[in-house]
């Protein structure tokens, strides 16, 4: 019960991983635009959510993929959990200091532009389907940092990556 509850989903639904970094994008750009600080904290609990337990106890997580993604009507597209999930936590890095930064010690200015880098990842995973969480993640297992036996989905990305950069 506990595995099931704060595991993290493998595969994962590419589909709705874009559309939960909409969701990111879309919040990054209202907490400046609207100079709303306090959206920080739901975007960083949105993060650390995600990584816990994947969509489980995140509200973002939850309309996409119980209402949005089925309402579609796109054929799910599987990829590897782990390098999803480390890109969430590298998210919650990046929203944790985006809130600490505005919150705890009043650089706005400081935890805008955070955001503003977080935004901008989040975009190229929702706009284009470019995950550098995911990137990070294999370039850490080529490098022998993270071990290739996580997942054998993901030596085929970390193989697909070599190729790409030979050629």
């Not at 919040?27 to 306090?38: E, G, I, R, S």
């Not at 309402?71 to 590897?80: N, Q, Y």
């Amino acid at each position: 019960m506990a595995s099931k509850l704060f595991g993290f989903p493998n595969p994962v639904n590419e589909v709705s991983a874009r559309l939960v970094a909409a969701g990111v994008v879309l919040l990054c750009v209202a907490t400046v635009a609207f100079d709303q600080p306090w959206l920080t904290v739901a975007l960083a609990y949105g993060f650390v959510a995600r990584v816990v337990s994947g969509p489980t106890f995140s509200p973002l997580g939850q309309l996409v993929t119980r209402v949005i993604t089925p309402r579609l009507g796109v054929p799910p597209r599987f990829v590897p959990g782990p390098p999803k999930r480390f890109a969430q936590g590298i998210g919650a890095l990046f929203s944790l200091s985006a809130a600490a930064l505005v919150l705890g010690f009043d650089l706005r200015s400081a935890g805008y532009a955070v955001l503003g880098a977080l935004a901008c990842a989040a975009t190229l995973e929702a706009a284009f389907g470019v995950c550098l969480g995911c990137h990070i993640f294999a370039g850490l297992m080529r490098l022998g940092l993270i071990p290739q036996a996580v997942c054998q989905e993901c030596r085929d990305i970390t193989d697909r990556l070599r190729a790409d950069s030979v050629a």
